[in-house]
């Protein structure tokens, strides 16, 4: 694990963002820009790619705005901590920045010893959690992939971000799905729906539960969309399946 933390900056006016960039790494050792970004969708790819601990984004930016990015790194990646720059002293941006999970926002052009503030404050959160992921990264890719299979099976109901299980161990979903599949030979996505699949025809067979009840219980609020992923997995609906069971008295193989 390397000791200093990745940034990625963004900022659509190239001298601005180079100086942000200059700025972080002189006011802190603890962190290294690793990428400068001039619109919203390059930094969303440079975060995949990359994999930074800390975004600084201005507000205005082409494409995507920074507070558009933040609400979707929120979603993919959140672990990310995400700072907002900008010129607009407006309370407005402000409480959409915090909606967004912002650690902080900072007005243009950047105090030093703002950044400074920011930047400790930062650097001592991520070392603590550095700490905790330290000591989960000491199990195994086994362990870790059987602990992902025992959360899906006991959480079948609940929505499962895995970008989120994944930063728990301070790594990227594309790694948890890489050494998932290479233990499970399925990716966790594909585990999740196999699993809600085979519950719903325990509960549809041993149950007079509805349909709509059935596809709740499996995480699947939706009961166009269960039906839907119902029939592309075992290529008939769940009322045909009850139909069926109840007929063969046992669940029917896909």
Do not use: W
Not at 208 to 236: M, P, W
């Amino acid at each position: 694990m390397e000791d200093k933390f990745r940034v990625i900056v963004a900022d659509d006016e190239k001298l601005i963002a180079n100086n942000i960039a200059m700025n972080i790494e002189k006011t802190h050792p603890g962190f290294r820009v690793a990428g400068i970004a001039h619109d919203g969708a390059e930094a969303l790819r440079m975060t995949e790619e990359l994999l930074p601990h800390v975004v600084f984004s201005d507000i205005k930016m082409p494409v995507i705005n920074g507070l558009e990015l933040f609400g979707l790194l929120a979603e993919r990646r959140p672990g990310i901590k995400k700072v907002i720059i900008s010129g607009y002293d407006d309370f407005q941006f402000v409480r959409d920045a915090l909606q967004n999970q912002a650690f902080d926002y900072l007005l243009k052009p950047v105090n030093r010893e703002e950044l400074r503030n920011t930047l400790e404050k930062m650097y001592s959160e991520l070392n603590s959690r550095r700490g905790e992921i330290v000591a989960e990264s000491s199990q195994s890719p086994g362990q870790i992939v059987d602990a992902v299979q025992h959360y899906i099976r006991d959480n079948l109901a609940q929505p499962i971000n895995f970008s989120a299980t994944a930063a728990r161990y301070g790594f990227s979903g594309s790694y948890l799905t890489r050494i998932f599949r290479n233990r499970v030979g399925i990716s966790p996505h594909r585990f999740l729906t196999e699993c809600r699949i085979f519950t719903a025809k325990q509960l549809l067979t041993d149950t007079e539960l509805l349909i709509r009840e059935v596809g709740a219980r499996v995480g699947y609020t939706d009961s166009f969309h269960f039906c839907k992923i119902f029939k592309q997995n075992t290529g008939i609906s769940p009322s045909q399946y009850r139909k069926k069971s109840a007929c063969s008295g046992d669940l029917i193989p896909e």
